[in-house]
């Protein structure tokens, strides 16, 4: 089962996403935390997370139900930069525990980017293969957990197999799974002898959804057009090449690099990221080719 373990006790246990995308590769080097470059973030305890969110209102597309979510109030949360990887990184509030939206009646749940009507038989679909079992969500909460946003993502990503979503759906729902446990990993001490399984529990999470991102954004490059999760080519490429290092794939890295450093369309920020991408590469090469 792998990624959607932690459904069962949403009464979700029927989805199997052993084989996400059909060309889903097996290798499984292993997992290197990157480098990440953020700022430090000011300690300022008077400002609470729920002064970033509202309850926004909803229109289920599957069962009609009205229903209010938790949601990002616009403009309020300020980015301070991103990682190596693109997550972007925000000062008090992590907004990914936010971008999951859910129907706390019929279960299906859906990233807001791809809140959009379904066809017939994917309504049937989510009936069948998701509220049938579904025993209901906790939506009446002051703020998500870390916990509560990765049970909620993973049921995201039940719907977007059950519904026969696009690649580029499923591999965005699996970057942000990936980028959401990671920003957990952060809150975590991998030292504390308390926090280790989870601490171990996250990491291996963080690796499959990376995984699997990978694999769709693969696919979605092959088979759909741009924008892709949002992302023009060139960024995509580069976030292709970020993640085949991590995986050892060093030929995939480079061609993308090559790619964006020759493009006329990317942005002199993106080829600066992938100038260093190149130095790293360079050096990981040269260092093999020593070993
Ligand atoms: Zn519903």
């Keep these: 089962m792998g990624l959607l373990d932690g459904l069962s006790k949403l009464g979700v246990t029927n989805v199997d996403t052993d084989n996400l995308y059909e060309k889903a590769e097996s290798t499984h080097p292993a997992l290197r935390k990157e480098p990440e470059k953020k700022e430090e973030k000011p300690k300022q305890p008077e400002i609470r997370e729920e002064d970033f969110l509202l309850r926004k209102s909803y229109d289920c597309p599957v069962c009609e139900s009205k229903f209010k979510d938790l949601a990002l109030k616009s403009n309020r949360a300020r980015m301070t930069g991103t990682t190596k990887g693109l997550r972007p ?129 693969i696919t979605a490059m092959q088979e759909e057009n741009y924008p892709i999760g949002g992302m023009d080519e060139m960024t995509l490429n580069y976030l292709i090449a970020v993640m085949a290092m991590e995986r050892g794939q060093y030929d995939v890295a480079s061609k993308m690099v090559a790619a964006i450093l020759q493009s006329v369309s990317a942005s002199s920020r993106l080829k600066d990221k992938a100038r260093e991408l190149k130095t790293e590469l360079v050096a990981i090469l040269r260092r093999n080719k020593q070993q």
């Design 89 to 217: 990184i925000y000062d008090h509030i992590e907004p990914l525990k936010y971008e999951t939206i859910v129907c706390p009646v019929c279960g299906y749940a859906v990233m807001n980017r791809y809140m959009i009507p379904l066809v017939p038989s994917q309504k049937k679909a989510i009936k069948e293969g998701i509220s049938v079992n579904f025993q209901g969500i906790n939506t009446d909460k002051e703020v998500y957990t870390y916990e509560d946003a990765i049970d909620r993502i993973t049921l995201a990503l039940a719907s977007a197999v059950v519904k026969r979503a696009k690649a580029s759906e499923k591999a965005y729902i699996c970057l942000k799974g990936g980028w959401l446990c990671e920003s957990y990993l952060d809150t975590l001490d991998p030292e504390d002898a308390k926090q280790e399984i989870l601490y171990e529990d996250i990491t291996e999470k963080k690796k499959e959804f990376m995984e699997n991102a990978y694999d769709g954004f």
